[in-house]
Nanobody, 118 residues
Framework: HVQLVESGGGSVQAGGSLRLSCLVS????????MGWFRQTPGKEREGVAHIDNDGRTRYTDSVKGRFTISQDRAKNTLYLQMNSLKPEDTDMYYCTIASACSRLMTGWWGQGTQVTVS
């Protein structure tokens, strides 16, 4: 079974930073895409960023210049470095993986980690 274990969430003041991590196991595809989504209760999920099999990245406009997605393939770990955090960034953040970026929404998901900015 594919499993994703997230860590790094917490509560910070506006302007602060957090780094989210996601450890992935059990995924057998040699080519894949990983990403981060966020969701406020009662609202739809928003794709924050993803990184494809070639290391190319994409970001939603609201986080460009502040967030950086990266991966350590040797450690099977995905990261989201979050700088200059704003109260609007407060959300549950979810790690995802799929065989292609277009399939992230219906791929495998982590349990989510809460980010609170005040």
């Amino acid at each position: 079974h594919v499993q994703l274990v997230e860590s790094g969430g917490g509560s910070v003041q506006a302007g602060g930073s957090l780094r989210l991590s996601c450890l992935v196991s059990g995924f057998t595809y040699s080519s894949y895409c990983m990403g981060w989504f966020r969701q406020t209760p009662g609202k739809e999920r928003e794709g924050v960023a993803h990184i494809d099999n070639d290391g190319r990245t994409r970001y939603t406009d609201s986080v460009k210049g502040r967030f950086t997605i990266s991966q350590d393939r040797a450690k099977n770990t995905l990261y989201l470095q979050m700088n200059s955090l704003k109260p609007e960034d407060t959300d549950m953040y979810y790690c995802t993986i799929a065989s292609a970026c277009s399939r992230l929404m219906t791929g495998w998901w982590g349990q989510g980690t809460q980010v609170t900015v005040s």
